[in-house]
């Protein structure tokens, strides 16, 4: 079993920025993907960004793309997502995932709040 826990979450204002941080632990050979999906108020969950280990490959969702940025660590169980010039429409639970074919680890979810 993996276990994913994330950080970092917070208030701020509209333009400003937060890093989140997802650590995974366990058996951390089943993390070739790890991802940030978030979820607001009244809406269904929706992946952000992601990271592949094999080929590297990165996703950014159109809404994020240019303001959010996915990285991992040189150890490669710890991934963030570093969000700059946050908007209201940011605001939501954001939740880290991993897996090697699909999101099979999820952790609790941290909340953004990026106030107008």
């Known amino acids: 079993q993996m276990q994913v826990a994330e950080s970092g979450g917070g208030l701020v204002q509209a333009g400003g920025s937060l890093r989140l941080s997802c650590a995974a632990s366990g058996r951390t050979e089943d993390s070739d993907i790890m991802g940030w999906f978030r979820q607001a108020p009244g809406k269904g969950r929706d992946l952000v960004a992601s990271?592949?280990?094999?080929?590297?490959?990165?996703f950014y969702a159109n809404s994020v793309r240019g303001r959010f940025t996915i990285s991992r660590d040189s150890a490669k169980t710890t991934v963030y997502l570093q969000m700059n010039n946050l908007k209201p429409e940011d605001t939501a639970v954001y939740y880290c995932?991993?897996?090697?074919?699909?999101?099979?680890?999820w952790g609790k979810g941290t909340q953004v709040t990026v106030s107008s």
């Open positions: 995932a991993a897996g090697n074919y699909a999101y099979d680890y």
């Open positions: 990271h592949r280990l094999r080929g590297g490959e990165t």
